[in-house]
């Protein structure tokens, strides 16, 4: 045999080589396009999870009542948190809304106590709700001069800061009110915070805690009282000599001119009326009011405990001007009513520190919102009359 036609040394051994390579690279590409396609998958589930946990948080949920007060309790984990929601109408999918609250970690920032949840919220919406976080929706509420803490607490709720009923039992919290110095009335109704809910526009949280509410219109309150001291110091000095009184007394009395006065200049008349019947008891010997506010004030305070409020209309009436049992009447008794009926705003405050020097002691409605001030009793009763004529009766 020649030495061409000898077989070359390694032949077969480097072709098996070379299938064996072949075979490790295409295992290897398998192993890989396997290990890709597992990892493409698991972030497609993944971006599915994403994109399916965005859209629930988003999503309206059922539509309830308009709102819904609720006492959250303290400790409730997340699967609680979701039934909870969920027998409250809020939430569809109980266990969808566990999750969600799972993965944002909200269970840990809920805030017990008193809330309003809108209808329709979404899941998001609640959670930063439940939490009271800072970025939650905010609304604009004007509260007007001349609401009581009643009307002011029903204004809050129809706006989605806070429920009617929580409002109204901060607003006669005496430790919150004792640590926000406030100085209160003995009398039943009167260890409230009526009357120093200073009447401005507040941007405030949709569901916040009432008792922050409260605190910002008494802060409010406050700093519009230290304005007007300071511009109004002889006046103050005047009324602390001549009646005793101090802010409390001055803001009752406000309270008073702000419900009876609908024009503007008339306030420091109406204010003078009163401040003249409490000071000449010579010319005005009874020392009473006589205002159909005042009254009128104790059927939102102290329904049950005044016999004549009893299916009360909303009106004035001469049983609940004379019931016995009314001590926020003016006409049963002399001088202030216990505590404020009303929140007065700057102008009427300061028509009481700074009132007009009038001799009237008796005022009557005279149409189109103005009244006619007397300074005797004859002049107001002919007034009277005038009215009565003009109403033909």
Request: hydrophobic share 40%; proline share 7%; net charge positive.
């Amino acid at each position: 045999m020649s030495a061409s036609q000898e077989p070359a040394k390694g032949g077969v051994g480097a072709r098996n080589q070379r299938r064996s390579r072949k075979r490790d690279v295409a295992r290897s590409r398998r192993l890989r396009a396997a290990v890709f396609g597992f990892v493409g998958a698991l972030l497609l589930v993944a971006f599915t999870g994403v994109v399916g946990m965005h859209c629930f948080a988003n999503r309206p949920g059922p539509a309830v009542a308009d709102r819904v007060a609720v006492s959250w309790p303290a400790g409730l984990g997340a699967s609680e948190a979701a039934d909870l929601l969920a027998d409250l109408g809020l939430v569809g999918s109980p266990t969808a809304m566990s999750l969600y609250l799972r993965t944002v970690g909200a269970a840990a920032c809920f805030e017990p106590g008193p809330h309003l949840l809108p209808s329709q919220a979404t899941p998001k919406l609640l959670a930063e709700l439940l939490c009271r976080d800072p970025q939650a929706p905010r609304v604009t509420v004007t509260i007007p001069e001349g609401f009581h803490r009643f009307a002011i607490a029903a204004r809050l709720e129809s706006s989605g800061v806070c429920a009617r009923d929580a409002f109204v039992k901060a607003s006669a919290d005496r430790e919150l009110l004792h640590a926000l110095g406030l100085e209160l009335g003995a009398e039943p109704g009167t260890d409230t915070a009526e009357g120093f809910l200073f009447p401005a526009t507040y941007r405030l949280a949709l569901d916040s805690d009432p008792a922050e509410v409260l605190r910002r219109m008494v802060e409010e309150s406050n700093k519009r009282w230290r304005a007007l001291a300071a511009t109004n110091a002889a006046g103050l000095a005047t009324l602390a000599e001549s009646l005793g009184f101090g802010r409390r007394e001055i803001v009752t009395l406000a309270s008073i001119v702000e419900k009876e006065a609908a024009v503007a200049d008339e306030r420091p008349i109406i204010a003078s009326v009163f401040l003249n019947r409490m000071r000449d008891r010579r010319a005005f010997p009874s020392g009473r009011l006589e205002s159909d506010p005042t009254a009128m004030y104790a059927c939102h305070a102290i329904p049950d405990a005044v016999p004549s409020c009893q299916g009360w209309n909303g009106r004035a009436s001469s049983a609940i001007n004379r019931d016995p049992a009314n001590t926020f009447s003016t006409y049963t008794r002399a001088g202030l009513p216990p505590g404020p009926i009303a929140s007065p705003g700057d102008d009427a405050i300061e028509a009481v520190l700074a009132p007009r020097d009038t001799r009237y002691f008796y005022f009557v409605a005279a149409g189109q919102n103005r009244h006619t001030f007397s300074e005797t009793f004859e002049q107001h009763q002919q007034a009277v009359r005038k009215l009565r004529e003009r109403q033909g009766r």
